[in-house]
């Protein structure tokens, strides 16, 4: 049996995780959300999930950090920046630390599915990619 998938939501506005808690949800993916990058980073030590959506501007650690840590702990988790302040400088510097895609408030809730979506098969795709390198080094050796 297939486990179903789990996007966390990381966003200082309640009313922006409500929105996409429910958009997830009715697309059969469990959520669990964040009012802050330093509570996902906690949780980060014991659970992974498939996708993590994060706000660029948040009190304490800001998305841009968060992403740069999971970066370094978890390179192949898919991570979705998203900010009211859409400029060029701020999704460079997201797609420089390794954001999956950047997302500008408001979004289109259809197009928040599909970027989840298109995430969550390209860490599906790593994984087995990564799973067939390590039974061909096991092999080699």
């Known amino acids: 049996m297939n486990r179903q998938h789990e996007v966390w939501i990381v ?13 997830l949800e009715k697309e059969h993916l469990a ?9 996902v980073l906690a949780r980060l030590e014991k659970f992974e999930p498939d996708v993590i959506i994060t706000d660029i501007r948040m009190p ?5 950090a968060l992403l740069q ?8 988790l898919p991570v979705i920046i998203m900010t009211a302040y859409a400029d060029l400088e701020r999704a460079v510097a997201a ?6 895609e950047y997302l ?6 259809d197009d928040v599915i599909a970027i989840v979506r298109r995430a969550l098969r390209k ?8 799973a067939a390198e390590e039974d061909a080094v096991g ?3």
Request: hydrophobic share 40%; proline share 5%.
């Open 11 to 23: 966003d200082d506005d309640r009313a922006i995780r409500w929105v996409l808690e429910r958009a």
């Open 31 to 39: 959520t669990r959300s964040f009012d802050s990058a330093d509570k």
């Open 60 to 64: 304490g650690t800001d998305g841009l």
């Open 69 to 76: 840590s999971v970066q370094d702990t978890h390179p192949n």
């Open 95 to 100: 797609f420089r630390g390794g954001a999956f």
């Open 104 to 109: 500008p408030k408001p979004f289109d809730v």
């Open 123 to 130: 860490a599906a795709a790593d994984a087995a990619a990564s």
């Open 139 to 141: 092999t080699a050796v």
